[in-house]
């Protein structure tokens, strides 16, 4: 029997992936173990290994394929002995492709379930007002991929109403495909609201990129974090000027590295000390280092903080683990290994999933202060405004001073105002007494 590879799961939350790389081509032989793909999920380009052996029969989708449903056919393999092409033959007779818009919203588990139990189709579902079910080739899936035509249009004359290659010929014939949509991504063609909203602007007028696996991700958790978790907003302001005065003082005296070409063996920056700060904090309250559960509340034992950081086309925040217990240089080394990886997108699922809560900072952008929105399971994320010289009152008297703006945006399921308030007395007590970091 062939042997049918299919788009796997890399993470809890994906859905869909980019096939970015073939390591095979047909005819070729694959053992257990093999690299055969690289797939880029919404957050990293991962490996993905072969739990099969046999030989490449047929590449069902292109190196280079966009937003591949998980479970979606990717590559067949021929047992040995068996004809590659009759393989190939049998295995895409015997398949179905989930159509692609709208998504069908389920999680990772249920269609690893569904594919379990599906033997020679699986049933389509297309969620339009009627539910209507439907089945779909392979064949006529891509065909109808590539001409932008919507297969909820076309009547299937296949074995059980199966849409087939000619139904969708047919409809090419027939006319059932606006010049509108050979233009555009069919996510779009098949939007209502998105084609409302078109309809307003000549197609000279603009351009359309459709939205990458990062992109939808990201704004599918902000939405739910914002529709979901009760946020509230706690600001305070913090001299920074006894900080920047250390922080001076401790790259002053940095050893240098001299396997690295008598590189500093660290550089601190105002940031790695803020993440010091936000950890000692939790640490100094601890019923704030927590997460909402349904059932009860998670009390952390750790404070591992995250740290948002932009990479083309989105937004990434590895974890700096147990960040209470590490030291400024380890702190700093660690965030400068993540930062790049996260922008080349090499970080693995773990350091970059879970986390107590998180540090956006946007002073380097000249931000006085914003207010982020949490990302859960975390209940706080401290927003940080740019140092600036601002006018004070001290011990009576007029006196300039550097001062930094920090909102903490607070789930106030789990945290009570006075608690968020606690926090950031304290998170304000540390920056301006920096030693107590390093004590």
């Not at 939350?13 to 173990?33: F, P, Q, R």
């Not at 590449?59 to 990717?74: D, E, F």
């Not at 920074?240 to 690295?260: G, S």
């Not at 986390?355 to 940080?384: C, E, L, Q, R, W």
């Amino acid at each position: 029997m062939p042997i049918k590879i299919t788009m796997p799961a890399l993470s809890p939350t994906m859905e869909e992936g980019n096939l970015s790389k073939w390591n095979i081509k047909e005819g070729d032989k694959v053992a257990c173990g093999d690299i055969i793909a690289e797939i880029e999920t919404d957050k990293a380009t991962m490996e993905v290994e072969a739990i099969d052996e046999g030989t490449v029969a047929k590449i069902v989708v292109p190196a280079g394929t966009q937003r591949v449903k998980v479970n979606s056919l990717i590559v067949i393999l021929a047992e040995e002995g068996e004809d590659l092409f009759e393989a190939a033959k049998i295995a895409e007779e015997t398949s179905s492709v989930v159509v692609k818009e709208p998504v069908i919203k389920q999680s990772v588990e249920s269609v690893s379930v569904q594919a379990a139990h599906s033997s020679t189709n699986q049933q389509l579902v297309r969620q339009n007002g009627d539910n209507r079910r439907f089945f779909a080739s392979p064949l006529a899936r891509r065909l109808a991929a590539q001409v932008g035509i919507d297969l909820l249009l076309i009547s299937g004359t296949g074995p059980h109403g199966r849409i087939i290659k000619r139904d969708v010929e047919k409809a090419l014939n027939n006319g059932i495909i606006s010049s509108h949509s050979l233009h555009i991504d069919q996510s779009i063609s098949s939007g209502t609201a998105d084609r409302q909203i078109l309809q307003l602007f000549k197609e000279s007028e603009y351009t359309f990129a459709p939205h990458d696996n990062m992109r939808k991700t990201i704004a599918k958790r902000l939405v739910a974090s914002k529709q979901m978790v009760p946020h509230f907003y706690v600001t305070i302001d913090c001299e920074l000027d006894a900080l920047l005065e250390l922080r001076t003082q401790l790259n002053a005296v940095v050893p240098m590295v001299e396997m690295q070409a008598g590189e500093p063996a660290y550089k601190l920056s105002v940031n790695d000390m803020i993440i010091k700060a936000v950890a000692l904090s939790l640490k100094a309250v601890p019923d704030a280092n927590v997460s909402w559960l349904e059932d009860g509340m998670l009390y952390h034992k750790h404070c591992d903080v995250g740290v948002a950081v932009s990479i083309p086309n989105g937004l990434m925040v590895p974890i700096i683990r147990c960040a209470e217990e590490k030291s400024l240089s380890i702190i700093s080394n660690e965030m400068k290994d993540l930062a790049t990886r996260a922008r080349e997108r090499k970080l693995k699922m773990e350091e970059y999933q879970g986390g107590t809560t998180a540090v956006s900072n946007m002073g380097m952008y000249g931000i006085k202060n914003f207010s982020a929105i949490i990302n859960p399971p975390h209940a706080t994320i401290f927003a940080i405004g740019a140092g600036e010289k601002r006018a004070i009152v001290k011990d009576g008297a007029l006196a300039i001073a550097t001062v930094m703006s920090v909102t903490l945006s607070v789930d106030h399921r789990a945290i009570d105002g006075a608690l968020a308030a606690e926090v950031a007395q304290t998170f304000k007590k540390i920056i301006e007494n920096p030693l107590t970091m390093l004590i």
